[in-house]
């Protein structure tokens, strides 16, 4: 199975959240998570996460998922079919303040205050209004490829769906515009967005009738409208605020993990020296060794709890050359044999 997401690796971030959602909805389709996160540093642990959690992840992450899912599954469309699939949670708490808002364009301004919150810092989105016709654009740092297409699929259809939910209304919609080539099946996309569809225009762009923004919407309820913009405002002040490096590199190294990258790797990807990167975490009370050793357990720990994989391939994966040096090194971190966590 490919492992990597693209040569050319984003160093941008999105919510651990937005990733979960992504892998129900391809599990919806028939996919297997623990296929679907291969490669990636999402332990099983973290396939509950709920939408109030604030962790952030690296956006190729996202992009491995992605990667995964096209080779477990190779309908050409999968990012669509995947949008098609979105439910309500797909915004997470923002998406609940959408349903909650009283027109659909109080809706749209929360998505635009808290984009951030659900689509990282690879993605946004921006309003443009002209006349009778009012349009989303769609910017992104994606590197060029299939994946970017899949993503952009996904993302379209999903907004496409969630909308439906918001305003029980038509779409609207006048036009699409998309930003990379005709990947072969422009019907698809006509008989799904129900409008034109163009390829290969300069920008990804929603056009649309503005009449839907004065539609009052059905779910609509005010007091819990403000009560959830209160925990967005949260969610965002908390993805705003600088992570401590501790947290930054012990990510990096369950994201780059096969790679098996030396403290000077992640320094050089933090943008630090090695002897920065050392002080940066002594400060945190924290040591390279410390978050490795505490990262090859929890790997470990997951492989037994949700795998079949036999000892010797755990200690593999989890870097060490025989059973022996592993079991030790276990026992050491635990105070048990590994045996006694296997399901």
Same mark, same amino acid.
């Given at each position: ?34 296929? +679907? ?25 996202? +992009? ?15 990012? +669509? ?17 959408? +349903? ?244």
């Amino acid at each position: 199975m490919k492992q990597t997401a693209t040569a050319a690796a984003t160093q941008d971030s999105v919510p651990l959240y937005s990733v979960i959602t992504a892998i129900h909805q391809l599990s919806a389709l028939g996919l297997k998570a623990e296929a +679907l996160i291969a490669g990636t540093g999402i332990s099983h642990a973290q396939l509950g996460s709920d939408r109030s959690s604030d962790q952030v992840l690296p956006f190729d992450e996202l +992009l491995t998922v992605f990667a995964n899912a096209s080779e477990l599954d190779r309908r050409a469309d999968l990012g +669509l079919c995947m949008g098609e699939v979105a439910d309500i949670g797909l915004y997470g708490a923002v998406g609940l303040a959408m +349903l909650s808002a009283s027109t659909d364009i109080d809706a749209v301004n929360i998505a635009l205050k808290y984009q951030r919150a659900v689509l990282g810092t690879a993605v946004s989105i921006a309003l443009h209004i002209e006349n009778d016709s009012g349009l989303i654009r769609v910017s992104d740092r994606l590197p060029r490829g299939k994946l970017r297409r899949f993503y952009l699929e996904q993302f379209l259809a999903g907004f496409l769906r969630f909308n439906a939910s918001l305003s029980k209304q038509p779409s609207r919609l006048r036009e699409l515009r998309l930003s990379y080539e005709n990947p072969g099946y422009r019907g698809r996309y006509e008989a799904l967005f129900g409008c034109p569809v163009h390829f290969d225009c300069a920008h990804t762009d929603i056009v649309f009738n503005t009449d839907i923004l004065g539609v009052p919407l059905p779910n609509a309820d005010p007091l819990t409208a403000r009560a959830l913009e209160a925990v967005c405002d949260d969610l965002l002040r908390r993805f705003a605020e600088p992570r401590p490096v501790s947290r930054q590199t012990r990510q990096l190294l369950a994201s780059r993990w096969q790679q098996r990258p030396a403290m000077a790797d992640i320094a050089r990807e933090l943008g630090f020296d090695t002897r920065t990167l050392r002080r940066k975490l002594l400060a945190e009370g924290r040591s390279f060794r410390e978050i490795k050793d505490a990262l090859r357990r929890d790997l470990a720990m997951d492989f037994l709890r949700h795998s079949d994989k036999s000892l010797r391939e755990i200690a593999e994966l989890v870097g060490y050359d025989e059973p022996g040096s592993f079991r030790r090194a276990f026992v050491k971190w635990t105070g048990r044999q590994p045996g006694y966590y296997r399901a």
